[in-house]
């Protein structure tokens, strides 16, 4: 099956710091879905899209549904060791059923 | 507390022996899910069900087995067929009602199978 091109794959970054990642495909989505998964836990859900071009937050979280709807965003600002985790994203394709395509994941550690 | 309660968090599989994982929701939702994920990778689609006793395969559903007799319920069993079952298994549950929600997935705590 089709999995989304989420990148970077790992980040290392200071405590304080602010963070971006991106989710991209060659097909298009009409929702875009971002999880955060601890260690040995499921993903929770941090944020929902559904329209291009939206720009949605939850807290010191901020992600983008991109305007071509290939893509998407996901940034946090002044990072703090809890946001240590699995960040994925998932969209879901007109047509598609109920079934998600994941992204690979990208892995946050925070240096304090 | 409404959630989805994934039983045993760990479990072991002896050679040629078959392990059922169980996945639990009462959140009312119509569809439900399971996933597998290798260690620095994403999740696959095992099974999914939409209805009761109604179920489809998913990316990966050679060695496994689901049933789909109860909305709240959606066990999976992992054969003795399934030769490299060691994962962390995920259930999820999706409510089908909203128009918007509808693709909004609900993860479980998930089950670290392990093979002795």
């Known amino acids: 099956g089709q999995q989304l091109n989420q990148s970077p794959q790992s980040m290392f970054i200071q405590e304080g710091e602010d963070v971006s990642m991106n989710c991209t495909s060659s097909?298009?989505?009409?929702?875009w879905l971002w999880y955060k998964q601890d260690p040995g836990e499921g993903p929770v859900l941090l944020i929902a899209?559904?329209?291009?071009?939206e720009l949605t937050s939850n807290g010191r979280l901020t992600a983008q549904f991109g305007i071509t709807r290939k893509d998407s965003f996901l940034n946090i600002s002044a990072s703090i060791p809890s946001d240590v985790g699995i960040y994925f994203c998932?969209?879901?394709?007109?047509?598609?059923?109920?079934?998600?395509?994941f992204g690979t994941g990208t892995q946050l550690k925070v240096e304090l | 507390d409404g959630g989805i309660t994934q039983s045993p968090k760990y479990l072991f599989r002896k050679e040629g022996q078959n392990v059922t994982l169980s996945c639990e929701q009462n959140?009312?939702?119509?569809?439900m899910y399971w996933y597998r994920q290798d260690p620095g990778q994403g999740l696959r689609l095992i099974y999914y069900?939409?209805?009761?006793?109604?179920?489809q395969k998913g990316d990966i559903a050679e060695g496994y087995s689901v049933s789909r007799e109860k909305k709240e319920s959606f066990p999976l069993t992992v054969t003795s067929a399934q030769k490299n079952p060691t994962a962390f298994y995920l259930c999820?549950?999706?409510?089908?009602?909203?128009?918007?929600?509808?693709?909004?997935?609900?993860f479980g705590a998930g089950t670290r199978l392990s093979v002795l």
């Open positions: 999820a549950s999706s409510d089908q009602t909203g128009v918007l929600t509808k693709n909004i997935q609900y």
């Open positions: 097909s298009i989505f009409n929702t």
């Open positions: 899209l559904y329209k291009a071009g």
């Open positions: 998932a969209g879901h394709q007109a047509g598609g059923g109920n079934k998600l395509t």
């Open positions: 959140l009312n939702h119509d569809a």
């Open positions: 069900s939409q209805i009761v006793n109604d179920f």
